[in-house]
């Protein structure tokens, strides 16, 4: 029988492959850098901020805050965390494709630490919350799901706001 955690860490496998998608489908335009910073309208995030914000969450996830380690890309920390502004320097579609590995590999070895008895320890950083492994696990699939679907719905936006060929 498959451990809980190996289980959510399946879903968000699942979760990840739908980004990529999205990415993917970006990197075959002829000009990807602008749709990455479509935005759908003014002070709303872009595209790329919404992929290379998954990526520094779970980062932020796997470092500081489940083993009080310092987390990759500190240059991309205070850009891409819960709380901040989107700006105009676009993340390039291979910076958010590393980004996303990079992270996910931290999320992978910071879970390979604990077994389905330490699902309901609650971390240090997360005792405010009141936020379990278990909790913490179901909302890093959550928050994937979540800006994938605003990623996927800006650039069908994107799409939309695209001069039609004859027209």
């Known amino acids: 029988m498959?451990?809980?955690?190996?289980?959510?860490?399946?879903?968000?496998?699942f979760?990840?492959?739908?980004?990529?998608?999205?990415?993917?489908?970006?990197?075959?335009?002829?000009?990807?850098?602008?749709v990455l910073g479509w935005r759908p309208g003014p002070g709303r995030a872009h595209i790329g901020w919404q992929l290379t914000h998954?990526?520094?969450t779970e980062e932020l996830t796997a470092t500081e805050r489940m083993l009080g380690t310092t987390p990759a890309?500190?240059?991309?920390?205070?850009?891409?965390?819960?709380?901040?502004?989107?700006?105009?320097?676009?993340?390039?579609?291979?910076?958010?494709?590393?980004?996303?590995?990079?992270?996910?590999?931290?999320?992978?070895?910071?879970?390979?630490?604990f077994s389905d008895a330490d699902l309901d320890t609650i971390p240090q950083w997360y005792?405010?919350?009141?936020?379990?492994?278990?909790?913490?696990l179901q909302i890093l699939s959550w928050h994937e799901a979540h800006h994938q679907g605003q990623a996927h719905i800006t650039f069908n936006l994107w799409k939309a706001a695209q001069p039609k060929a004859g027209a």
Request: with cysteine; glycine share 4%.
């Open 54 to 56: 998954i990526g520094i």
């Open 15 to 34: 979760c990840r492959v739908r980004t990529l998608m999205t990415l993917e489908e970006i990197a075959k335009l002829p000009d990807p850098a602008a």
């Open 127 to 136: 005792q405010e919350r009141g936020w379990n492994i278990r909790r913490i």
């Open 73 to 113: 890309y500190a240059d991309l920390v205070p850009r891409f965390k819960f709380g901040s502004v989107p700006d105009d320097d676009i993340p390039s579609v291979e910076q958010i494709r590393e980004v996303l590995a990079e992270s996910r590999k931290h999320v992978l070895e910071c879970f390979a630490r």
């Open 2 to 13: 498959a451990s809980t955690i190996s289980v959510l860490l399946e879903v968000m496998d």
